[in-house]
């Protein structure tokens, strides 16, 4: 069953270093996502992205973050310099065009900032 | 604004009983109604979804979700609890009249005991 995943895992990084976090979502989906959890509370939308643009953001996702799809397989999220409160579980998730609302998720990467 | 409660933080159950996990959701618009299962150190898994037709849904590993409109909730249900069933459940909405993006409850914790 084609899955999305996820790459790294775990990522640890100082404080003010830039991060970028990659997915590869399921290969005939068009919709592409992040959403993040810190520690102990809910997952929360970042950023939504189709036919190569943003299409949807929240107010967590300023200018220290950016997506791109840099070739036909890959989704990342930057963050440019990050901070200690960034430090969450970054979930990426992709939907087909024929029901974008069903979304399908990875294992996530954990991102510590120390 | 769109939200979604998840009253409990944790629900106990024996192995072999029934189980409920309680979702309910704030009134706008028409909404798609998911429940998501999170196991430790993974992503999370879709279990099922509620988008029209019949309110009583049936989703993976034997669980069941029904929307009530009245009420606007969205309770997960299972008829026998076992124990690999415990994990972090997830309900989430998506109002399609906002875009795609799920808002996510905050989570319940099942724990299953033999």
């Known amino acids: 069953e084609p899955e999305v995943t996820q790459t790294p895992s775990h990522q640890v990084t100082q404080m003010g270093q830039e991060v970028i976090l990659r997915c590869v979502p399921i290969s005939n989906h068009l919709y592409f996502y992040w959403y993040r959890q810190i520690l102990g509370q809910k997952v929360e939308f970042l950023v939504s992205?189709?036919?190569?643009?943003?299409?949807?953001k929240s107010e967590i996702f300023d200018d220290q973050f950016s997506v791109e799809r840099p070739d036909g397989s890959n989704f990342t999220l930057k963050i440019r310099s990050t901070k200690l409160e960034d430090s969450a579980m970054y979930f990426c998730a992709s939907s087909a065009r024929t029901a974008p609302y069903e979304q399908y998720f990875g294992p996530g990467t954990r991102l510590t900032v120390t | 604004a769109q939200s979604v409660a998840q009253p409990e933080d944790q629900v106990n159950v024996a192995e072999g009983n029934p189980l409920t996990v309680k979702c309910t959701y704030s009134v706008s618009g028409n909404p798609y109604l998911f429940w998501y299962v999170q196991y430790p150190n993974r992503g999370l898994q879709f279990l099922l979804k509620y988008i029209t037709g019949d309110n009583l849904v049936k989703g993976s590993y034997g669980f069941e979700a029904e929307f009530n409109k009245s009420q606007t909730s969205f309770h997960l249900k299972k008829p026998s609890a076992l124990v690999s069933d415990s994990a972090l459940y997830f309900c989430a909405v998506v109002f399609m009249e906002y875009g795609n993006k799920l808002v996510f409850g905050a989570g319940t914790i099942l724990r299953v005991k033999s």
């Open positions: 992205f189709y036919n190569n643009e943003i299409s949807e």
